[in-house]
């Protein structure tokens, strides 16, 4: 029956109870674990059923703990910087005789975010032996560790059995910076560029630097980014960090930089990335000059000089894309009704790439012309291009009136005709003159003969023989305003067959009547012949014997007729009584023939014509 006191029921007997034969012996196992420290005087009795008197045994001892040394005294990390692990080792040995389970921890601290670890931080030590245990140290806070310290724990035995001091202090040392401005001088927009900043620690601890995030309102200028955002600087050491920046807007760019010590209760360091954003740019070169492409101009101008007006009339304009990002070109001309005009009106250059732009003018007056093209670059410049022309020429137009006009086979006597449209095209009136040159030289052999007449006599000199002129106009002058036409007539009439040939020039005149300018020269020719049809025979005869009472039958002959002319010829046959003719209208295609009946009357007709 155990004692009731504190030791008594930390006693067990194996067995507790039985039965012993007479002579018997039995052995009873006795175990004793204790939890509680210190000296013990237990007795326990045995009760023998049928026995006035129990049995009793004494137990004396002491419950001794584990026996246990640190070295050293104190766990000495000294100065530690911010956000790094450090490592110091103790030594836990076991001076005691039983071995002992154990459990270190730092009771001060945090349970959330530890920065103290021991490892191993639990474990069994064997009587005499010793254990090296690492303590780590992460500091996430700038302080004094002032009483701090590595707990043990026995278990079974006790909690805090053991307290080793730590001896730590957490600072952060003051970063610099080489530069404060990073100059990326003058950059494209949307085109990758790099700068490296240093960052100095003149310290004894490392520290850590990061990065902050870009502000939103800089982001829609440029956008930047570090590389690494974050990164350790070991003590009296330096860091390199590269910036790689995207311009988004022109102009001259400043972008704050935030650069802050991690752990470091001071405000960030600021640095400022500097940089002049530019769009892309063209060089220029006009066709016919032969600069290479390291001669080409940043302006240009095209001079197309005297131009025909009315017709197109074009100067390629070589463009070169010197930059490194393509070049979005929109291409215009400046004037709402121009007489220039280009053929792209958008077009893409990409960066290095040489195209062409073809300026085509088509002028419609005789004068000077002026005109700018804007070669406008998106995020880049407007690039004006002077151009300039001089129309020259006419701008009355008719493209039937060619240099030789031939109105082919005509007859004698019998006006020919041809009417012509003459479009002015320009933007001024014209007034037009138009002057036979046989006419003009007939009337001054008129005027020069009348002289000779006048010193001579006229019975001294040749017969005068006038020339037949041909071809007239009408009307012979006319006025034309501008984009606008009129109708001339020119017609011919010949009384002698043969080949004929006049020159008619139309001049424009201007307002004050002097002076002018031939507008066309035309010669004018024809073949011109006499009707003529050729007979089959010169004469016809018919012979009557009248005889009272006979009717005579009517006779008729064929006559045959051919159209020896070069043109078609109409006509018309007809004969005297008492002759007839079957057909009275013929056309005769050149070269045709047919043949007309002619008659002479019957008897009773006959009688007729004869009576009458």
């Known amino acids: 029956m155990p004692p009731d006191t504190d030791f008594g029921s930390k006693f067990t007997f194996e067995p507790d109870q039985g039965v012993l034969a007479p002579g018997e012996m039995q052995s009873i196992r006795v175990k004793l674990l204790s939890d509680i420290l210190g000296p013990f005087n237990e007795v326990f009795f045995w009760n023998i059923k049928g026995s006035a008197t129990d049995l009793s045994l004494q137990f004396r001892g002491r419950v001794a703990g584990p026996e246990f040394e640190f070295s050293p005294d104190a766990v000495d990390f000294g100065l530690v910087g911010f956000g790094f692990r450090y490592t110091q080792e ?11 389970d154990f459990r270190l921890r730092v009771p001060q601290d945090s349970v959330n975010s530890p920065e103290f670890q021991m490892l191993p931080s639990a474990g069994r030590i064997l009587p005499g032996r ?10 996430e806070t700038v302080r004094k560790y002032d009483g701090f310290g590595v707990v043990l724990d026995v278990p079974g035995v006790g909690d805090e059995l053991a307290t080793l001091p730590i001896l730590a202090e957490c600072c952060v040392p003051k970063l610099g910076i080489v530069n404060r401005v990073i100059d990326f001088g003058r950059c494209y927009l949307r085109y990758p560029y790099k700068q490296v900043l240093t960052v100095t620690n003149d310290s004894k601890l490392p520290a850590r630097f990061e990065v902050l995030p870009q502000d939103d309102k800089s982001a829609v200028l440029a956008q930047y980014k570090a590389t690494p955002a974050s990164a350790g600087i070991p003590a009296q050491g330096d860091h390199s960090i590269e910036f790689d920046l ?36 063209l060089l220029f070169r006009v066709e016919g000059h032969d600069d290479p492409v390291d001669d080409m101009k940043e302006s240009a101008a095209v001079d197309f000089g005297k131009v025909q007006v009315l017709e197109d009339h ?13 070049a979005e070109v929109k291409a215009f001309v400046e004037g709402k009704e121009s007489m220039f005009e280009v053929d792209k009106r958008e077009l893409t250059v990409e960066p290095g790439e040489t195209t062409t732009l073809k300026v085509i003018v088509n002028v419609d007056e005789v004068q000077p012309f002026k005109d700018v093209l804007h070669v406008m670059v998106a995020e880049g410049a407007d690039n004006c291009v002077p151009l300039t022309a001089v129309g020259v020429g006419s701008t009355v137009v008719c493209e039937e009136l060619t240099t030789v006009i031939d109105d082919g086979n005509q007859f004698t006597n019998r006006a020919f005709s041809k009417q012509f449209v003459l479009r002015n095209e320009g933007r001024r009136a014209h007034s037009l003159v138009w002057l036979n040159q046989a006419l003009e030289a007939e009337t001054l052999r008129k005027a020069e003969r009348q002289k000779a007449e006048k010193k001579k006599g006229a019975d001294q000199l040749p017969k005068w023989v006038d020339r037949e002129i041909v071809w007239n106009v009408d009307p012979p002058r006319l006025s034309i305003p501008g984009k606008s036409q009129a109708t001339v007539t020119i017609t011919g ?17 201007p307002s004050s009547g002097k002076g002018g300018k031939v507008v ?58 008492p002759f007839t003719v079957d057909r009275p209208d013929w056309t005769l295609q050149p070269g045709e023939s047919c043949d007309v009946q002619v008659g002479l009357l019957s008897t009773v007709q006959l009688h007729a014509f004869i009576d009458s």
């Open 90 to 100: 103790f030594t836990l040995a076991n001076v005691s005789e039983i071995p002992f």
């Open 130 to 139: 010793r254990l090296t245990v690492a303590v780590e140290l992460c500091s």
């Open 246 to 281: 995207n311009a988004e807007r022109l102009g001259r760019l400043q972008l704050p930089v935030r650069i802050k010590t991690v752990g470091s209760r001071m405000a960030p360091i600021d640095v400022t990335i500097e940089c002049l954003a530019v769009g892309p740019s």
């Open 314 to 326: 074009s100067v390629v304009l070589t463009v070169y894309n010197p930059t490194l990002i393509a």
């Open 493 to 509: 009439f010949c009384t002698k067959p043969g080949e004929v040939e006049e020159r008619l020039t139309c001049t424009s005149v």
């Open 520 to 577: 066309f020269d035309s010669t004018f020719k024809a073949s011109v012949a006499a009707p003529l049809l050729e007979f089959s025979m010169d004469s016809m005869r018919f012979e009557y014997w009248y005889v009272k009472g006979v009717e005579a039958a009517r006779q008729t002959k064929a006559l045959g007729i051919t159209n020896v002319t070069q043109l078609p010829l109409t006509f018309t046959l007809s004969a005297p009584k």
